[in-house]
């Protein structure tokens, strides 16, 4: 925890000149908002009992005045700082938490509703402001004015025994605090996992409402969501309880304190009325700010929770850096002995292909064989059992970022952003000059048809504004443009004609003839252009054929081939 916590203050605090100077501006605000505090005290003194101060040059008056005019002015200023600091740091632990998210693996996240993991990123980037602005602004505060305070005691009035019994007293009482503001922070979590989780069942039940009005599971289904709300109940009743203990140990010392000071002043008979009285408002005060000190630890170790502990952390380990580093791509992509299962369910095993650098692989076999699953475990997408072997290397042993630089892939549902035509096309290398994407548009004859879109256009969410070819296109050529020596296309020629879809596959041939390109696609008139055939069937896969070697090879191909056509040709 602490060489965590070390880590984000060196990356969010030290290592940014403006936040620093905030930092330290806070913490000289927070000295001369303590004294101009004790002067504003003394200030009052002089006006209510200027006989007893023994006051007699006036011009010490206004400088007391001043200081309370600057008390005034600092008490706003030193939380208009944290307030500003706590903006700036949202932000940028923002940032740097959903870029942390973003490298962990798809098959570990994707499990996830995407609202409960902004919920988990907002949660920690808020957690670390909070934490930094509680430690660097009212912790301090509320520290120095205790140490000022008590220095000022033990200097107008010495240090008594009954000071000792006192202090001793407040010693132990944060760490008592402490110990039940960990079992507060327990039950916050456990509340914030268990609040989740009811919130997910929700969201399940109205996602599922036909299905559950179907098959009137809907008793079931409530139950379900009492169960998991009863829970977070419990913890979250459990939590307040705990404050409220925390609340009443505060009071209950401070009772203590007073009557143990009043008793200890009342029978030494040291001192006077007024210096007792002055004696037990200094005191006060100080508990005062005991309590907003105690409240800041609890703000503190809650902020730290939600800082260390989300849901983010139940997905896997991010890509250690310690992962090999692939520049290029020079002879082969191997699968070993691949299987997959959804629960006990299984969709192939024993797959043993391989693509050599440059050949144009298309995948075929009925629906549901497990074509589109295949080429997301080659992407490591899915979870499955075996190898993918990219040069020799095991592929779950390359940096993440080696693989986005070697790996291109078009899945089904065309991905659009709502952003412009040309920014959707360009989006993984927005550096490239508008002319030289143009140049690719052009070369794969979608210039006329991106024209007529426009390429300034806004498309809406999911690109609903154009059709879905159109947005197969788009998709398409944001892989072109990528330039990645291995593309992956799952149905992508789907909704185009077919005289495009055969212009398309040419173009890929002559345009891409350096790229590994692995395809799926319906259409059985275009196999014999491609330079292997895999066919997906029964469970597993034949191929790494030509069309015709592959026909000759296995009657199972044969008998889907013929029948395909034979169908292709009765529409």
């Known amino acids: 925890m602490s060489k965590t916590v070390q880590f984000y203050g060196s990356k969010f605090i030290w290592k940014k000149k403006k936040v620093v100077l905030i930092v330290l501006v806070a913490f000289l605000g927070t000295i001369l908002k303590t004294f101009g505090k004790l002067g504003q005290q003394r200030i009052s003194n002089i006006i209510f009992y200027p006989e007893k101060e023994n006051y007699k040059n006036t011009s010490h008056l206004y400088?007391?005045?001043?200081?309370?005019?600057?008390?005034?002015?600092?008490?706003?200023?030193?939380?208009?700082?944290?307030?500003?600091?706590e903006n700036i740091l949202i932000p940028d632990a923002f940032s740097y938490f959903y870029k942390k998210f973003l490298e962990y693996r798809f098959i570990d996240w994707k499990k996830y509703l995407q609202s409960d993991l902004y919920s988990a990123i907002i949660r920690r980037s808020k957690g670390t402001a909070q934490f930094y602005k509680q430690i660097f602004v009212d912790l301090s505060d509320h520290?120095?004015?205790?140490?000022?305070?008590?220095?000022?005691?033990?200097?107008?009035?010495?240090?008594?025994?009954?000071?000792?019994?006192?202090?001793?007293?407040?010693?132990?009482?944060?760490?008592?605090?402490?110990?039940?503001?960990l079992l507060r922070t327990r039950c916050l979590r456990r509340s914030n996992e268990s609040y989740d989780i009811a919130e997910r069942k929700l969201k399940d039940i109205f996602l599922n409402y036909e299905m559950i009005h179907t098959y009137n599971t809907f008793d079931q289904e409530i139950h379900s969501y009492e169960m998991s709300y009863a829970k977070w109940r419990f913890w979250f009743t459990t939590y307040w309880i705990t404050d409220d203990v925390i609340e009443i140990s505060y009071k209950g010392l401070k009772v203590v304190l007073l009557l143990i000071l009043f008793i200890q002043i009342s029978e030494t008979g040291l001192y006077s009325i007024d210096q007792v009285i002055d004696q037990m408002k200094t005191f006060n005060s100080i508990l005062k700010r005991m309590n907003l000190f105690t409240t800041?630890?609890?703000?503190?170790?809650?902020?730290?929770?939600?800082?260390?502990?989300?849901?983010?952390?139940?997905?896997?380990?991010?890509?250690?850096?310690?992962?090999?580093?692939?520049?290029?791509?020079?002879?082969n992509v191997s699968i070993v002995d691949m299987k997959v299962l959804y629960g006990d369910n299984l969709v192939f095993e024993n797959v043993d292909?391989?693509?050599?650098?440059?050949?144009?692989?298309?995948?075929?076999?009925?629906?549901?064989?497990?074509?589109?699953?295949?080429?997301k475990s080659l992407l490591g997408i899915e979870r499955f059992e075996g190898s993918v072997l990219v040069d020799g290397i095991d592929r779950k042993f390359?940096?993440?970022?080696?693989?986005?630089?070697?790996?291109?892939?078009?899945?089904?549902?065309?991905?659009?952003?709502?952003?412009?035509?040309?920014?959707?096309?360009?989006?993984?290398?927005?550096?490239?000059?508008?002319?030289?994407?143009?140049?690719?548009?052009?070369?794969?004859?979608?210039?006329?048809?991106?024209?007529?879109?426009?390429?300034?256009?806004?498309?809406?969410?999911?690109g609903r504004n154009i059709s879905s070819a159109q947005r197969q296109k788009i998709c398409f050529l944001r892989a072109v443009i990528k330039d990645t020596p291995i593309v992956v296309f799952d149905e992508i020629t789907s909704e185009m004609d077919q005289e495009y879809e055969k212009q398309l596959i040419e173009l890929i041939h002559t345009r891409m003839a350096d790229k590994t390109v692995v395809m799926i696609i319906h259409n059985l008139d275009l196999l014999s252009k491609?330079?292997?055939?895999?066919?997906?069937?029964?469970?597993?896969?034949?191929?790494?054929?030509?069309?015709?070697?592959?026909?000759?090879?296995?009657a199972e191909f044969k008998s889907f081939y013929d029948k395909a056509l034979s169908h292709q040709l009765n529409k």
């Open 63 to 85: 400088v007391y005045l001043l200081v309370s005019i600057f008390y005034a002015v600092t008490l706003p200023s030193v939380d208009i700082i944290g307030h500003f600091l």
């Open 143 to 181: 520290s120095t004015y205790i140490f000022v305070g008590t220095i000022k005691l033990v200097v107008l009035y010495g240090f008594p025994h009954h000071f000792v019994i006192g202090f001793a007293l407040i010693i132990c009482f944060p760490a008592i605090i402490n110990i039940l503001t």
């Open 296 to 331: 800041s630890v609890k703000s503190i170790l809650e902020a730290s929770e939600n800082m260390l502990h989300s849901n983010l952390d139940k997905l896997a380990t991010p890509y250690r850096l310690s992962l090999e580093t692939v520049d290029r791509f020079v002879s």
């Open 353 to 375: 292909l391989r693509f050599l650098k440059g050949e144009k692989v298309v995948i075929t076999g009925p629906n549901g064989s497990g074509k589109s699953t295949f080429v």
């Open 398 to 462: 390359i940096h993440e970022k080696s693989l986005c630089n070697l790996f291109s892939y078009v899945p089904q549902e065309a991905a659009i952003f709502e952003a412009s035509v040309l920014d959707n096309i360009a989006s993984f290398d927005r550096q490239k000059p508008v002319e030289e994407v143009m140049n690719k548009v052009e070369e794969f004859n979608m210039h006329q048809e991106m024209k007529s879109i426009g390429y300034d256009t806004i498309l809406v969410e999911r």
């Open 530 to 554: 491609f330079d292997k055939v895999v066919f997906f069937n029964n469970k597993t896969a034949t191929g790494c054929y030509s069309c015709s070697e592959l026909l000759e090879r296995s």
